[in-house]
């Protein structure tokens, strides 16, 4: 099991995080969420052995991971990192590039754990196809196969489909994490979609003002969010009362004390999300209908 035990990192003055503690067991699907700038990436490169600590440690099952003052190769054989600023080989094919770690003694067998791997981040029409000529997203793609070449038991992945349109995103996200789960490989995701992290995670944690403001599963911290900055990441709410409500856990009645005042309707497909004041707060619920500018409804709490 990973063991981050109170960690404390600056870059230059302002520490980017401090006394951060949590563990990951094997096999476990785990994020890391937080806005923009909140030290997802620096934790996951920290993790990685990137940097020295400035306080702490990191444990792999008994031993420590150390940074680069104590080690000269950085990463761990047994860990693989996925950038966010992937850095692949452009003028050799995908199958080239994913095989890049694995030995040449047997390859026959190399061939066929490309073609796992082609098939598991659903790029096996490209295997022949040079690095320089994919989209941003399809190279995405190609750094995870080529991290899992060699089966770390680790993986740390970096915001891993931000690069995906969302026709491939879904069936990517099922294929790797499916593939991930079954072979115990143990993975660490930083992410600001709650789509990577609601139907897969065992357990998240949430990143503000350098510290881990909460660690539960996704069903807990999604059912009781504890502020406004957990229920953001899951979707639009309204506060009202004291209470943190998601959009849908909010409709129209025909009477009730919660009368607010249309400000925009927004058509999602199956309903519309309307934007509407009331007692001067912004508030969002779910409908089937959408309402014109202007126009005043009462609302009523479903829970
Ligand atoms: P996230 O991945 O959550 O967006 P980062 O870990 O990339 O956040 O960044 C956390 C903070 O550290 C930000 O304020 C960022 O500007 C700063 N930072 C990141 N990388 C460096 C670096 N190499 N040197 C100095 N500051 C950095
Ligand atoms: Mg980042």
């Known amino acids: 099991m990973l063991q981050v035990k109170n960690i404390s990192f600056r870059y230059k003055k302002t520490e980017v995080l401090k006394n951060i503690s949590f563990k990951v067991e094997k096999g476990e699907h785990f994020s890391i969420i937080g806005e923009s700038g909140s030290g997802k990436s620096t934790l996951l490169k920290l993790l ?63 061939q066929k754990r490309i073609n796992e791997l082609l098939n598991v981040v659903e790029l096996v029409a490209y295997k022949n196809t040079l690095v320089k000529e994919l989209s941003g997203g399809q190279k995405q793609r190609v750094a995870i196969a080529k991290a899992l070449a060699k089966q770390p038991e680790i993986i740390l992945l970096d915001e891993p489909f931000s690069h995906i349109d969302n026709f491939k995103k879904q069936s990517l996200r099922r294929s790797l994490f499916k593939y991930l789960k079954e072979k115990q490989i143990t ?26 403001i909460a660690n539960n599963t996704p069903h807990s911290l999604y059912k009781n969010p504890e502020n406004k900055l957990i229920a953001s990441f899951f979707g639009e709410f309204s506060e009202i009362e004291n209470q943190i409500l998601y959009a849908h856990q909010l409709k129209v009645t025909d009477k009730s004390n919660l009368k607010a005042t249309v400000k925009s309707s927004y058509f999602k497909g199956n309903y519309y999300l309307i934007e509407a004041e009331l007692n001067e707060e912004i508030v969002f619920f779910e409908s089937k209908y959408r309402y014109d500018k202007n126009k005043n409804v009462f609302l009523k709490k479903v829970l």
């Open 48 to 110: 990685y052995g990137t940097y020295d600590l400035n306080n702490g440690q990191i444990f792999w099952k008994d031993k420590t991971i150390l940074g680069p003052k104590h080690n000269l190769i950085i990463g761990p054989e047994y860990m693989k990192y996925v950038a966010q600023e992937f850095d692949l080989m452009p003028f050799i094919t995908v199958g080239e590039n994913i095989g890049a770690f694995l030995s040449n003694f047997y390859p026959e067998e190399k």
């Open 187 to 212: 993975c660490i995701v930083a992410t600001h979609d709650k789509e990577d992290v609601l139907s897969y995670s065992d357990n998240m944690i949430v990143l503000h003002n350098a510290k881990i």
